[in-house]
């Protein structure tokens, strides 16, 4: 072992109260970080992957403004069609042609405003998982066409309307002409995904049904895409772009615009996080500067004496910063290691508070949150640390340029 | 022991500066420590009282009155009738400041180009007006003048969707309370502007009486809802409305009605302890680690006192006050540069850019920090508290030196 390293070794463990408090404080912030970062990392993900698995899927061709003003006549003619050419493309999972509109939904006892999706009824389950919630009955018959009068609505809103399974629903509203659409449907099935808003307000209907109640020929007004690679969006948009190019009404839209909200809150969480982090790691480098300066301070005399022996004032700043580096990479490997493996356990046991269900609820997550287990989130916060440990000691490191022999062996 | 203790804190003093640079890092970070918590503590809050108050002002009352099943099943057959004379005593009596009657039914709107499921409210404009619950503002045509008003007023959203405008008709349906089509067409008079589109979107105003003639009901209605103008005092003068009004009335104050706001303000309030709890950890290591070393350093000094007869306890005092100084010092450096920094920014913060964003949890577009007394002592109390307790450990040592061992260090 060189000397300098010796030196710098046994210079750490002089005063070992104050590395090792040094050191736990370290240790305490990078177990912290590892574990917020988690946390946060995997919450984004379930937000993702909750809140565009339900209903919206990854990438969405609709005509062009439908996506603001959502009215009747803004189609994608063909819907079915395009949805079946997608479907094969590759580097898409699932593809599924909808219509939506609105009209009054009345049972015999009562009536309410409802939006009715048109869906095909053997590819939305793979674009979305409310097919899946249905808890009482069956979703609409894979095979259900022009004739099949099917209906799967939300739990609260069979509960308003008090139908059950095998129930009538009337429906008034308008077709895509502006005519005057009018129909009965049987209630197959009754979804239940536990989010208040969905059960309330979701009813689905075979497309085919769809667009002949509302006049619609072969129109939809969306062709909801699920891709293999999430990454992998932008790429895939501008691949389909290019396939519809030749439909001018009709437009290409990814996730992010579909859901403006969903990027945007994580933007506004990702800055109070980092509000967090940032004072976490300036108090962290305070403390090291602090004990890096006392451990210069304290050995004024000594460096004199050394300097004096004709060491150089920069070999005495690369002790300083060894000192500083051997500190840091214990802070670094125990922080790394009990965060690492509080996160490993939390990652398939879950973690919880109080009070999170309701706040879970409003950004679709579920009760107990999963931390994300991945080098990224484990190293990221530790790796800071370290590097504002390493800047703080350059401080009391750069002072020893200005130390000179005869003073400094005289100080007290 | 009064010039004893005297003494103490005039020797704790000059000890702390005896090693400036080390005081004042140590300072500077527990300044940055406090400054953190009080502005985090102070954004938070902002957060909080926005969504709260945009919420509750979307249908404000901080108790309202309902059948008991509708809000289970907001549908025009749970309703209730007009209240009694006992009821509108008691809905009047202070902290309540204003009290109003609705019906709040579903409906469906059409205008000849499209129709959309919507809210449909039918009000008294003067006693919503004193409740505070109309729109914030009317950006075309008026808002309506009484309860006979056979207008109807819409969202600035709702109408571009609708595709209509200002003096048009649009055509209101919903059920009657035999599940018959109640409908009625009705002139656009007016068109409003909320601060969340969501608001704007499902809204529709319509006079009580027009409504309650609509739906075939008299003078029932769905909801009462009143208020204090104060959200904090959690609606707990509920019980005598409650009282007043009688079985077969929910009587609600708002933590119950809306239990997100609820939980979000005790995860609020949770989540600023923890913040400064964590931060004052953070910070304790430095500084244990500084009165450690200022004890240490003075082994010898202490040894000398002790043996002229300096009492423990007063040793331990003084290792107490040191940290007891720097600690207020820190905490009055700490809430003078938050209050600094927080102040300037109580006119509201731009966050337009992630409006959509914060939208699902009913905020707007800017955030006003709220800097409150509350959240400063509450991390003052956290810090001296803790900070107290951190210092006991080299303090304690410090007390329990043995005078001969500790004169012969060296």
């Not at chain 1, 004739?147 to 895509?176: H, M």
């Not at chain 2, 009596?93 to 009290?99: L, S, T």
């Amino acid at each position: 072992m060189n000397v300098t390293w010796l030196l710098a070794w046994r210079n750490l463990w002089r005063h070992s109260r104050r590395t090792w408090l040094t050191v736990a404080a370290m240790v305490f912030c990078n177990v912290l970080l590892v574990f917020l970062i988690s946390l946060q990392l995997g919450s984004y993900t379930m937000m993702i992957d909750n809140t565009l698995g339900t209903f919206s899927g990854h990438i969405q061709v609709q005509h062009v403004g439908y996506l603001d003003q959502q009215k009747m006549r803004q189609t994608v003619p063909a819907a079915a069609e395009l949805a079946q050419t997608l479907r094969e493309q590759q580097g898409v999972s699932a593809a599924s042609a909808r219509g939506i509109a609105f009209a009054l939904a009345s049972s015999e006892e009562r009536s309410f405003g409802i939006q009715i999706v048109g869906v095909e009824p053997a590819y939305e389950p793979e674009v979305s998982t409310f097919p899946g919630l249905v808890k009482q009955g069956r979703f609409l018959a894979p095979d259900a066409g022009v004739d099949s009068d099917e209906i799967v609505i939300g739990s609260i809103l069979a509960d308003n309307l008090k139908v059950g399974l095998g129930d009538e629903l009337t429906f008034l509203g308008s077709g895509r002409d502006g005519s005057f659409a009018a129909a009965v449907a049987t209630v197959v099935g009754v979804i239940d995904t536990g989010f208040d808003e969905v059960d309330r307000s979701i009813a689905e209907v075979p497309l085919a049904w769809f667009q002949q109640v509302f006049t619609m020929g072969n129109q939809g007004h969306s062709v909801v895409l699920r891709v293999d690679d999430f990454d992998a969006v932008p790429q895939q948009v501008a691949v389909i772009q290019q396939q519809v190019a030749d439909r001018a009404e009709l437009v290409v839209l990814d996730w992010d615009a579909l859901q403006p909200g969903l990027r945007q809150a994580i933007t506004s969480d990702m800055a109070s996080a980092w509000f967090m982090y940032g004072v976490l790691i300036i108090l962290v480098a305070f403390s090291v500067l602090n004990t890096q300066l006392m451990s210069v301070l304290e050995r004024t005399r000594e460096f004199g004496v050394m300097l004096s022996l004709g060491m150089g004032p920069g070999k005495l700043a690369r002790l300083v910063g060894l000192e500083t580096l051997m500190m840091s990479t214990i802070g670094l490997a125990f922080g790394v290691l009990l965060g690492g493996l509080l996160v490993w356990y939390l990652s398939f046991a879950g973690f919880y508070f109080p009070g999170m269900e309701e706040m879970g609820k409003r950004f679709n997550l579920p009760e107990r949150m999963y931390p994300e287990f991945s080098l990224l989130a484990i190293l990221w916060g530790p790796t800071t640390v370290f590097l504002f440990a390493l800047l703080a000691a350059l401080y009391p490191a750069l002072r020893l340029f200005r130390l000179q022999p005869v003073p400094a062996m005289r100080a007290a | 022991m009064g010039g004893a203790m005297s003494t103490v804190m005039v020797l704790a003093w000059r000890n702390l500066w005896r090693n400036y640079r080390r005081t004042l890092i140590m300072l500077a970070a527990i300044t940055v420590g406090i400054w953190a918590m009080i502005f985090m503590a102070a954004m938070m809050r902002g957060m909080t009282d926005q969504i709260v108050e945009n919420t509750l002002n979307t249908l404000p009352g901080e108790v309202q009155l309902h059948h008991p099943e509708y809000r289970r099943d907001p549908s025009v057959v749970n309703r209730m009738p007009a209240p009694s004379a006992a009821l509108r005593e008691a809905l009047a009596a202070p902290p309540a400041v204003a009290w109003a009657a609705r019906v709040r039914v579903p409906a469906v709107v059409a205008s000849e180009r499209d129709s959309r499921g919507v809210i449909l409210l039918g009000i008294d404009p003067q006693k919503e007006a004193a409740l505070g619950s109309l729109p914030e503002e009317v950006i075309e045509g008026r808002f309506l003048a009484d309860i006979d008003d056979r207008g109807v007023v819409l969202g600035a959203s709702l109408a571009r969707r609708l595709e209509t405008g200002l003096g048009k008709r649009v055509v209101l349906m919903s059920q009657d309370p035999d599940n018959n089509v109640a409908d009625r067409g009705a002139r656009v008079v007016g068109i409003y502007k909320a601060r969340l589109q969501g608001t704007e979107d499902v809204f529709v105003y319509s006079g009580l009486a027009v409504t309650q003639a609509m739906l075939g009901i008299g003078s029932d209605v769905s909801e009462i809802a009143a208020t204090a103008d104060d959200y904090r005092l959690m609606g707990d003068w509920y019980q005598p409305i409650a009282a007043a009004a009688g079985p077969g009335f929910e009587v609600l104050p708002w933590p119950q009605l809306d239990s997100f706001l609820d939980s979000m303000l005790r995860v609020q309030d949770g989540f600023s302890l923890v913040f400064m709890v964590v931060i004052f950890l953070a910070l304790s290591f430095g500084l244990v680690n500084t009165l450690v070393m200022a004890v240490f350093e003075r082994i010898r000094e202490i040894g000398l006192m002790q043996a002229l007869g300096m009492r423990p306890g007063l040793i331990l005092a003084q290792v107490l006050v040191e940290s007891i100084y720097l600690l207020c010092l820190g905490l009055l450096l700490g809430n003078v540069s938050a209050w600094l920094t927080i102040k300037p920014l109580e006119s509201g913060i731009d966050i337009s850019a992630v409006a959509q964003g914060v939208e699902k949890m009913a905020m707007g577009t800017t955030l006003y920090p709220a800097l409150v007394v509350q959240d400063m002592v509450m991390s003052t109390v956290v810090v001296l508290g803790l900070g107290l307790l951190a210092s006991l450990l080299p303090a304690w040592r410090a007390a329990s030196l043995d005078p001969i061992r500790a004169l012969s260090r060296h």
